[in-house]
């Protein structure tokens, strides 16, 4: 077979490009559209929830125009886009270059707050690891601590006081396991860590009527009395209050138990 040189190819290379740039000539090539187009299109596609377009068209906000008078709002923006589709790191990261890029934003302000609120809304059942629920409750702190005048003040103080209460029922029901098996030692250990972190807890009255529990079964009377007088000065619900008339009728019942070992051993 003969083998054909390179050159001769060329005419033919040719006559293929002028073909295509006479088929291409009749469209006209588009170019990009300016930093507001794209930010409107972006606002548009955010008020009817398509996020992914939305993020596309805030991202090309921020290339056109990286510097420019919408920069920041489209940054925030795409920080409530990830939020709204519930990708809670994502949201985190645009929230955070937000405050690192536009730190003059009127924006920061509530983007601090939504950061924390990503990780809240990551916040697991107080059975599982409690990670993201302490990074919320930092992250809330420290909002407060930056902005204690804030408007968003009072619902991060209560966000705060859910996790609290999370934290608490976690290491309550720890002590509470361990006073269902008897080990009544480990589970005061858990109920005093309980009541020393999370002392302004709804959770406060249950660990102590828990510890009660085990103060009667070691026969600390003294312990339990001091106890007990502590938990007649708490507001109580109506099922705690049945555990405390419950935990004085164990407590006789262990005394009556004690008399007669007593005259037992008498005889």
């Given amino acids: 077979m003969r083998v054909i040189k390179s050159g001769k190819l060329k005419p033919v290379i040719l006559i293929a490009l002028i073909i295509m740039l006479v088929g291409c000539a009749g469209t006209k090539i588009k170019t990009g559209m300016s930093t507001e187009e794209y930010f409107k299109k972006a606002e548009t596609a955010f008020k009817k929830k398509r ?26 923006k795409l920080g409530e886009c990830y939020f709204n589709k519930k990708e809670f790191l994502l949201a ?6 937000l405050i690192e890029r536009y730190s003059y934003s009127p924006f920061v302000e509530e983007a601090y707050y939504k950061i924390a609120l990503s990780y ?24 407060i601590d930056s902005y204690p005048a804030s408007e968003l003040r009072q619902s991060a103080e209560d966000q705060i006081k859910d996790i609290r209460n999370k934290l608490a029922r976690k290491v309550f029901e720890s002590g509470k396991l361990y006073r269902k098996m008897e080990e009544w030692q480990s589970a005061i250990i858990y109920l005093d860590k309980m009541l020393e972190e999370f002392y302004d807890t709804d959770w406060v009255v249950k660990a102590k009527l828990e510890k ?3 103060y009667i079964k070691l026969h600390q009377f003294d312990q339990y009395q001091e106890l007990i007088e502590e938990i007649q000065k708490e507001e109580k619900s109506l099922k705690e209050e049945k555990r405390l008339n419950s935990l004085k009728r164990l407590y006789e019942r262990e005394l009556l138990k004690i008399e007669k070992e007593k005259k037992k051993f008498s005889k």
């Fill in 212 to 214: 009660a529990h085990c």
């Fill in 120 to 143: 809240y809304k990551q916040s697991p059942k107080y059975p599982l690891d409690q990670v993201n629920s302490l990074r919320a409750l930092q992250s809330f702190q420290d909002f």
């Fill in 92 to 97: 985190v990261s645009e929230y955070q270059q």
């Fill in 51 to 76: 996020w992914e377009s939305a993020i596309d068209n805030f991202n090309m906000v921020l290339l056109n125009s990286p510097g420019g008078e919408l920069a920041d709002d489209a940054q925030f």
